[in-house]
């Protein structure tokens, strides 16, 4: 006998039609949910509802899967297939008591008794009418989201008429009543067991997607001077003389310059807002490997770790998250960014804002650090970026600690909830703020961050930013770290007041390195990295249209053959097509000439495609060093090679953030040198012992392996030139190599054309001056000033077989009368 007769069919489809008149509906939750038609598929909801029944069935048919309602009016049909966990009460606002499973879930279990063979799967689905994390007090709005729960159709019906517009369906996967039977002994004790489940499933599927319920801000801010560790701070700050009620109240002032105070209004607004302005100055967004975290992240805190490229960032990200059934994550940001008007808007998005600097404020540590453990004991999704500031030369920066500390600090004090960390790589085509960052590198001073430079940048609306690529990159496991690091961390006392065990920081660093590496792991390749790539690696930066094509062609085929990295993505298309992208982003320009048009990079375009290469350089890095090795034709055995690689790999791995430990390279040496040898760059001779050597330079193939020699050169001349000036006798303060080097670096890209580009971040030459005395190429002497080992001889004749012969005596040249000059002065002086 048939659920639905036919005019019960007609009358549900009638309905649906009206309901969809006030609807507008999102599908969220995993990809990919149906694999085949089943037909004892049964869909539950957690409360009875008609309106989502009628949901369900819509989105269900705009799937191409059958529809559940027509299925019912098969007359060979024995279950309803819809049923509901709870039974509803029958009476708005009267409190349920116990759970009782519904009559429909009963039968599907004494079903699934009777014919032990066929298993009836389960497809748990929500409709949410809206998405606002509520206060814990607000229950009239949680009613409007979540309909059935408390109320019944009255409230169903005032859910559709005010979310209606944002309603969000989530379909989950499938569960089989087959397998949750093993070991149930009645069809009582299965559909009781099937009904916890669901249950479990669904309270976290809420938490997913809506986030943790949220104390009112008032509340949450007045709580933070009760925390124990602005507790114990205030005490400390007392027995030193201090007046406890003022420094209370100091600590109130600073919970409210911090905590954030998200609106559901301010988000569907950003939302509707963002909505439009991606898509005038976005040809899209292209979203990878987000399936994995929607499955971890029904189980697990989540810390969102960007790179960070530009202030789109933070609205990219909470975008990404949102249209995709996610928690809007607290975000940290600077406080810089608290501007009039701007500043407000971002606190009701779900930022929180943080001074630049506070090592000696401890109370504003102290204060800080507990909102942060707030947030993470309640299940809140955490975003911030490890790097502190923006990269102004496309490199991933060195992590900073504090942001972390603090993170692992809140975990030891309570680890109930597991937290993973999620690297996040963002590839921009062009960003907004590539002139500044230029005018930074160049030497000038930061703009200050004010509403009049925000206003003035919306003239950028006119322009095309071309496409965003968001890869989530392999999630990191606190637990499981701090398991390798400290096995016995559970065993500690991690309760007392600012905990901060010894062993902490060398955890935070391994975490920071693996965060960074996680990042630049998941990177992606868009036609603009591949124009970078090509043509600041071409003599004078400029190529044949011909040539260039070919080159393009000759790179794809080798990162599509041999991909850098099971996360990394490679844009589609052709190399024409690339071309004519770039031509319309104004990346490069075209010169006309009878024999063949030529393709040229101005000033302007040379710094922006540097960027973009940059963002991807480290994906080509070995194969690259092994091309520089091998580039001057002189034969190298596989032992020679695998030598080479680790005296320079340590500086190349610390700068870019390469995957392989030192016990992995000699396969991954092997296994390249099989590439290049297979791309037709190199040869291996057979002679006792064999060795490798570069093809003829007359040939095509030869193009193809200097083009991947040159995009490391620049990083190897200025290795080298930082570690010829130390090796001068003549001894720096740290800060004066630093900035000596980066002068030096400046005046030869002048003189001798070397990428001016590379020479231009400051930070490079502090982070490979910290790296060479970590090395021990470099120590610091009793004064503390920078002094060579006999150590850097060995990496200065590796460097130097390396490098063309006239850019290395430039360098030398120029770095030893550098060192007469300081030498004198300081006689004189």
């Known amino acids: 006998m048939s659920l639905f007769s036919n005019w019960r069919l007609r009358l549900f489809r009638w309905q649906q039609g009206w309901l969809y008149s006030l609807l507008k509906t999102r599908r969220i939750g995993p990809a990919q949910t149906f694999t085949d038609p089943n037909p004892l598929r049964v869909y539950a909801f957690l409360y009875a509802s008609h309106a989502e029944y009628l949901v369900a069935d819509r989105e269900t048919r705009q799937l191409g899967l059958p529809s559940p309602a027509e299925m019912a009016t098969d007359p060979e049909r024995v279950l309803n297939p819809f049923f509901a966990v709870y039974r509803r009460s029958g009476r708005p606002f009267h409190r349920r008591g116990q759970p009782e499973n519904s009559d429909n879930l009963l039968a599907a279990a004494r079903y699934q008794f009777e014919h032990p063979e066929q298993d009836i799967e389960i497809l748990p689905t929500r409709v949410f009418w809206g998405r606002q994390p509520d206060k814990e007090d607000s229950f009239l709005r949680i009613w409007l989201q979540n309909s059935g729960i408390l109320g019944g159709r009255l409230l169903t019906l005032a859910a559709i008429v005010v979310n209606g517009r944002n309603t969000f369906v989530h379909f989950s996967r499938p569960l089989s009543l087959q397998r949750l039977a ?51 701070e205030i005490h400390a700050q007392q027995q030193a003389g201090g007046n406890r009620q003022s420094l209370r109240r100091e600590a109130l002032k600073y919970a409210d310059e911090i905590a954030s105070n998200i609106s559901y209004t301010t988000v569907r607004f950003m939302d509707m807002l963002l909505a439009r302005v991606w898509n005038r100055l976005y040809d899209g967004v292209g979203i990878h490997n987000i399936e994995n975290l929607k499955l ?44 009039p008007i701007v500043g407000s808007i971002l606190r009701r998005s779900g ?34 970026f490890v790097e502190g500031g923006r990269s102004r030369s496309g490199r991933t920066l060195q992590p900073k600690a504090g942001m972390l500390a603090m993170s692992v600090r809140s975990y030891l004090r309570d680890s109930r909830r597991p937290v993973i960390f999620m690297p996040i790589y963002i590839g921009y085509e062009k960003i907004f703020e590539a002139g500044s960052y230029q005018r930074e590198l160049s030497g000038l001073r930061k703009r200050k961050e004010s509403l009049s430079g925000l206003i003035s940048s919306l003239k950028s609306l006119r322009h095309d930013f071309g496409k965003v690529q968001v890869t989530f990159g392999k999630p990191i496991h606190l637990t499981a770290l701090l398991n390798q690091e400290h096995p016995g961390w559970r065993d500690e006392d991690h309760a007392r007041h600012n905990f901060r065990p010894e062993w902490a920081p060398a955890v935070t660093r391994r975490l920071a390195r693996e965060i960074a590496t996680g990042i630049n792991a998941a990177a992606s390749i868009n036609p603009v990295n591949m124009m970078a790539l090509v043509l600041l690696s071409s003599p004078r930066r400029v190529l044949s249209e011909r040539s260039l094509l070919a080159r393009l062609d000759d790179l794809a085929r080798l990162l599509r053959l041999h991909p ?13 097509e690339w071309l004519q992208h770039n031509e319309q982003l104004g990346h490069v320009t075209r010169l006309s000439h009878p024999l063949g048009d030529l393709l040229h990079l101005n000033e302007r375009q040379a ?18 060093l092994l091309c520089c090795l091998l580039r001057h034709h002189q034969p190298q055995s596989l032992h020679n090679l695998q030598q080479l690689i680790r005296t320079l790999y340590p500086l190349i791995k610390a700068e870019l953030f390469l995957p392989w430990a030192t016990e992995q390279l000699d396969d991954v040496c092997q296994y390249w040198l099989n590439v290049l040898q297979q791309q037709g760059y190199i040869r291996l001779e057979t002679d006792q012992p064999p060795f490798y050597r570069a093809v003829d330079d007359r040939s095509e193939a030869y193009a193809g392996l200097e083009l991947l020699a040159r995009l490391l050169m620049p990083s190897l001349q200025r290795y080298y030139l930082v570690a010829a000036l130390a090796s001068e006798p003549c001894c720096y303060p740290q800060d004066e190599l630093q900035q000596q080097s980066a002068l030096l670096g400046k005046r030869l890209s002048l003189l001798y054309g070397l990428d001016e580009q590379e020479f231009a971040d400051t930070g490079l030459f502090q982070q490979l001056t910290a790296l060479l005395l970590e090395q021990e190429y470099l120590y610091q002497d009793h004064n503390d000033w920078i002094c060579a080992n006999t150590r850097i001889g060995e990496l200065l004749e590796q460097l130097e077989s390396l490098l063309d012969g006239d850019i290395r005596l430039s360098i030398r040249r120029s770095c030893q009368e550098l060192a007469c000059q300081v030498l004198a002065k300081r006689q004189d002086e």
């Open 182 to 232: 093993t070991g149930c002994k009645t069809p009582e004790q299965l559909a009781r067991k099937a009904a916890l489940v669901l249950r479990i499933h669904f309270r976290q599927v809420a938490a997913t997607v809506l986030g943790p319920d949220l104390s009112h801000r008032r509340t949450l801010i007045g709580n933070l001077p009760n925390r124990p560790l602005v507790q114990a």
């Open 607 to 624: 710094a922006s495609l540097a960027y973009c290469r940059n963002n991807v350089l480290h994906l080509l890095a070995f194969p690259a």
């Open 296 to 339: 971890i992240a029904r189980d697990n805190t989540i810390v969102y770790v960007p790179c960070h490229r530009s202030h789109i960032d933070y609205l990219l990200l909470s975008y990404v998250l949102y249209h995709n059934g996610l928690q809007i994550p607290q975000i940290a940001a600077g406080i810089n960014l608290d501007l």
């Open 351 to 384: 930022a929180f804002f943080m001074r630049r600097s506070f090592r000696d404020n401890r109370l504003y540590a102290a204060v800080l650090d507990e909102y942060l453990h707030t947030l993470l004991c309640r299940g809140h999704a955490i975003e911030y």
């Open 564 to 576: 850098p990295g099971e996360l990394v993505v490679v844009c589609e298309g052709n190399s024409h």
